[in-house]
């Protein structure tokens, strides 16, 4: 929020809002956007070198914990399911690898591919 390049240009706040209500049922929750740009904002012109800052950083790195463990689980269960699924095609020979537009042009060739 303090970094001196980024002042006064448009950001983008991507802020899920899955929330449990009372009964424990999923719901969406509003109320997360303002909280957390109402933190954004209190962090503006603050000193991250003090203890207050210190303090506050690992609540949020506590808070979010759960949710970024679960993302990267997502993520990895994915990662492998395409890694597994490449190594199956590869085996079998079905695997086809595509040029891209920088080797169909290659810098260090005299030759471009048509």
Known sequence: MNYAPFSGKPMVLETPIDGTSKDGKKTEDYQIWADEIKLLEGLVGSDRDTDEFRALAEALQARGR?????????????????????????????????????????????????
């Open 66 to 114: 759960a949710e970024r463990e679960r993302i990267a689980a997502q993520v990895d269960r994915k990662k492998g399911k395409v890694v597994v699924a490449a190594a199956a095609k590869q085996a079998q020979g079905k695997l086809k690898w595509k040029k891209t537009k920088e080797a169909k042009n290659c810098d260090s060739c005299d030759e471009a591919e048509e």
